[in-house]
């Protein structure tokens, strides 16, 4: 199958983010949930919690948090299988980010044993599904531990920050910001960059697909990612200050 052809960018300049929005409460049962659209990619996000902890963590009095994501069969331009029996690689590797970034929300986990289990299911993708997940799945957490609070489960939320994430990359030698699927299969360097509220970095994954990069290049896609993260984050808080 032949890579989708790439074309300079129609309305939309190389540091803007796709077109967001941000929906809490989208599943009815969930004790935080967000369906988070970015352009065409769409991921709803749910944070449910158990009672109980895994059994390394039990008898400490601490939680735990951790992550799930899996995509639709039909997300994509094809339709995939559905992973039943065993879980891919780059599903694992996924989920895994998702979690880390996740917890980074906390400084500890000492509210109790408590799970909180996010799922990040993408219902439809055009690349940024990994990013739109954790930026969704951020605001489905901070709305389960208030939940939490409001059951008198737990005396105050144990989060401390926020987390987003968006992507940058390289293609035809410009630097570009949130890349849809035509641009992220043609990047010559592809980028996923993880931030907090607070203005620091939780991960960086960056990768010279058809090349390298300098360190110049590098400083331009942060700098591309810091301002796109900030600008998810403000939407974030005008979604929960709603």
Not at 61 to 74: F, H, I, Q
Not at 132 to 142: L, M, N, Q, Y
Not at 212 to 237: E, H, P, S
Request: proline share 3%; net charge negative.
């Amino acid at each position: 199958m032949p890579a989708p052809e790439v074309t300079p960018r129609v309305g939309r300049a190389i540091d803007a983010l796709r077109p967001l929005e941000i929906t809490r409460n989208a599943s009815q049962y969930a004790e935080g949930s967000c369906l988070i659209t970015c352009g065409n990619t769409r991921v709803l996000c749910t944070a449910s919690i158990e009672e109980g902890v895994p059994g390394w963590k039990r008898g400490k009095g601490e939680g735990w948090m951790t992550a799930e994501y899996a995509m639709l069969p039909r997300a994509t331009h094809t339709r995939t299988s559905r992973e039943r029996s065993q879980i891919g690689g780059r599903t694992q590797e996924i989920q895994r980010l998702i979690g880390r970034s996740l917890r980074a929300m906390l400084d500890d986990f000492k509210f109790g044993e408590f799970t909180v289990k996010v799922d990040c299911d993408v219902l439809q993708a055009d690349g940024g599904t990994r990013t739109a997940s954790i930026t969704g799945a951020c605001v489905a957490v901070v709305d389960a531990f208030d939940w939490l609070v409001r059951e008198k489960k737990i005396a105050v939320s144990p989060v401390k920050r926020r987390v987003a994430a968006v992507s940058v990359g390289v293609i035809d030698g410009e630097a570009r910001l949130d890349l849809d699927y035509p641009e992220d299969v043609r990047a010559e360097v592809d980028m996923n960059v993880v931030m907090t509220s607070e203005g620091n970095y939780v991960e960086v994954q960056g990768t010279g697909e058809h090349g390298t990069f300098d360190r110049a290049a590098l400083n331009t896609l942060l700098g591309l990612a810091d301002g796109g993260v900030m600008t998810l984050l403000l939407a974030q808080k005008e979604a929960l200050a709603a």
